[in-house]
């Protein structure tokens, strides 16, 4: 385990802290402010800001079965869909049943902006 270090002087980096922990407290300044583009949103005084995106889409269950009978085995699948809040996208072009369509995948994802 790395040992912690013990700077005198924060603002000065120095060799024997490297590879050490090093905790510093103090006030954070921004000069700019971490900002989503797409939104127009910015954090104002925070270092970062994340835009966490979610989907309500359709989620395909596939639940096999298997009865037997003396020496005749028979296999089926059945198919249940439920609308969901997930935070990837799910396809569903290959779902057995239609009618359970999430259409196109959509351009906003998840992303940390961060303060320059």
């Not at 300044?29 to 127009?40: E, Y």
């Not at 995106?53 to 198919?79: A, I, L, Q, T």
Request: charged letters at 30%; one cysteine or more; aromatic letters at 14%.
């Amino acid at each position: 385990m790395l040992g912690a270090a013990e700077p005198k002087n924060p603002t000065i980096v120095t060799p024997e802290n490297d590879g050490k922990t090093v905790f510093v407290t103090g006030k954070i300044v921004v000069d700019v402010p971490a900002r989503d583009p797409r939104f127009g949103y910015d954090t104002f005084s925070q270092p970062w800001l994340k835009r966490s995106v979610e989907y309500y889409v359709w989620e395909e269950k596939v639940h096999e079965k298997e009865e037997r009978s003396g020496d005749f085995v028979k296999k089926s699948k059945e198919y249940t869909y439920k609308s969901v809040w997930k935070s990837s996208f799910i396809n569903s072009s290959s779902f057995k049943m239609k009618g359970y369509e999430n259409g196109p995948t959509p351009d906003l994802q998840t992303e940390t902006f961060l303060c320059k």
